[in-house]
C-alpha cells in the first residue's frame, strides 16, 4: 500500500472557524491532489501540487486554499468554513513521466462536518 | 469539456451472476488515461487498472476484464462470477492535462450490491 496518511480523520468544526487538514506521504512522489467526494457529485479536484511551493486550482477550488513546504506534506486550509464545504476529503499522491499519466494512489479520507 | 459519464447508479445482482459496468468519457486530447477504482463500504479507494489511449486490448484479471473501445469512448468493467465482497462503488476516471501535469476527471460512480 502506498505510505499516505490524512489527519485528522474526523473533524466537526463550526461556521466561520479555519481548519487545515493535513496529508503526509512517504513515497517521495511529485504529484499530489486534494479531492472532495460528496453525494452525487463523485470526486472533484481541489487543487494540486506538482512539487514543492508549486500548486495549482481545481475545478472546485473557491474557498479552499493549499501549501507544500516539503515534498512529504500537503495542507489544505479552509479559511472559514461554510456548511457547504462538509464533504469527505481524499488526498493522493501519483508519479508521472514524460507525459505519462500514472495512476494515483489515496489517502484514507478525512470525514469534515461543518455546523 | 472533459466528461466520464456512469449511467448505472445502482445495480442490485445476485451472487455469481455476470455484471458489467459501463463508462463512456468524452475528451478532445489525442492521449489520453483511463481508470477504475473501487470504493468498498469501508471507504477507501482502491485503485484497479489503467490504459492508455493505444492500447485497445481487453485487459482480464481474475475475475474482473475490461473492455476498451475509443470507436464508442467506452470503457466497461465487467466481473465475473459476482461476489458479495464485491459490493461497492466504482467509479471511472479519466486523464485531464492541466497547466502543470494532469489530475483525474471521476464519473459519479456505480453502486454495486451483490447478495448472497
Known amino acids: 500500500d502506498a505510505g499516505i496518511t490524512q489527519s485528522p480523520r474526523h473533524k466537526v468544526t463550526e461556521t466561520g472557524t479555519p481548519v487545515t487538514l493535513r496529508c503526509h506521504q512517504t513515497e517521495n512522489h511529485r504529484y499530489m491532489y486534494w479531492y472532495r467526494q460528496d453525494p452525487g457529485h463523485g470526486l472533484r479536484l481541489i487543487h494540486y501540487?506538482?512539487?514543492?511551493?508549486?500548486?495549482d486550482k481545481g475545478e472546485v477550488s473557491d474557498g479552499y486554499s493549499v501549501s507544500r513546504s516539503k515534498t512529504e506534506d500537503f495542507l489544505l486550509t479552509l479559511e472559514s468554513a461554510t456548511s457547504s464545504q462538509t464533504s469527505v476529503y481524499f488526498c493522493a499522491i501519483s508519479e508521472s513521466t514524460a507525459g505519462i499519466y500514472n495512476e494515483q494512489f489515496f489517502g484514507p479520507g478525512t470525514r469534515l462536518t461543518v455546523l | 469539456a472533459q466528461k466520464v459519464t456512469q449511467a448505472q447508479t445502482e445495480i442490485s445482482v445476485v451472487e455469481k451472476e455476470d455484471v458489467t459496468l459501463d463508462c463512456v468519457y468524452e475528451t478532445r486530447d489525442t492521449t489520453y488515461y483511463l481508470f477504475w477504482y473501487k470504493q468498498p463500504p469501508s471507504g477507501e479507494l482502491v485503485f484497479l487498472i489503467r490504459?492508455?489511449?493505444?492500447?485497445?486490448q481487453n485487459e482480464i484479471s481474475g475475475r474482473y476484464s475490461w473492455n476498451f473501445q475509443k470507436s464508442t469512448s467506452s470503457f466497461n468493467f465487467t466481473i465475473t462470477a459476482s461476489q458479495v465482497v464485491d459490493s461497492a462503488v466504482y467509479f471511472c476516471?479519466?486523464?485531464?492535462?492541466?497547466?502543470?501535469?494532469?489530475?483525474?476527471?471521476f464519473g459519479k460512480g456505480t453502486s454495486l450490491l451483490v447478495t448472497p
Open positions: 476516471a479519466l486523464s485531464e492535462r492541466t497547466n502543470s501535469g494532469y489530475a483525474l476527471n
Open positions: 490504459r492508455n489511449s493505444f492500447d485497445e
Open positions: 501540487s506538482y512539487g514543492v511551493k508549486d500548486t
